[in-house]
Each structure stands twice: as structure tokens, then as C-alpha cells.
């Protein structure tokens, strides 16, 4: 929050549930693994896909768990 004379402040305020839900509500991505089809060899476009999976994926933080959550709440 700014004040008038130009300062700003933190505002700490209890968030509701459904504020708390959003940054812990994920779906787990992972880098997709390619396999061959079943003629046997791996697809051009298969591969395209896993390369753009791989680039998209691999280096992605996990959002914070439940338990990781409920125990930093006790602080």
C-alpha cells in the first residue's frame, strides 16, 4: 500500500480459502517419455513432440504440497 507522503508498506491480510486453494492447486507435468509405435521405430513427429515437452517441462519448480503448506502455517 502507498501513503501519501509517497511510502510504501506491506498489508498483511488473512486470505480466504479459496486464495489459498489457487496457488496450491496444480497438475503434475512431466517431460513426456517416447516409445516406439508399433511398427517399431519412433515417429518424426513423436520426437518433435517430446523435444517441445522436454524444453517446456524439464526444468519446472513443483508448486508447494499440502504437507509442505500445513507445516509452514504453524509458523
Given at each position: 500500500m502507498r501513503?501519501?507522503?509517497g511510502e510504501y508498506i506491506e498489508v498483511h491480510e488473512q486470505v480466504d480459502d479459496f486464495e489459498r486453494w489457487r496457488p496450491v492447486s496444480f497438475n503434475d507435468y512431466e517431460p513426456l517419455m517416447?516409445?516406439?509405435n508399433a511398427a517399431g521405430p519412433i515417429p518424426p513427429q513423436e520426437r518433435v513432440h517430446a523435444v517441445?515437452?522436454?524444453w517446456f517441462f524439464e526444468d519446472r519448480i513443483e508448486p508447494v504440497t499440502r504437507a509442505e503448506l500445513e507445516i509452514s502455517s504453524h509458523h
Open positions: 501513503l501519501p507522503g517416447i516409445r516406439p517441445l515437452s522436454r
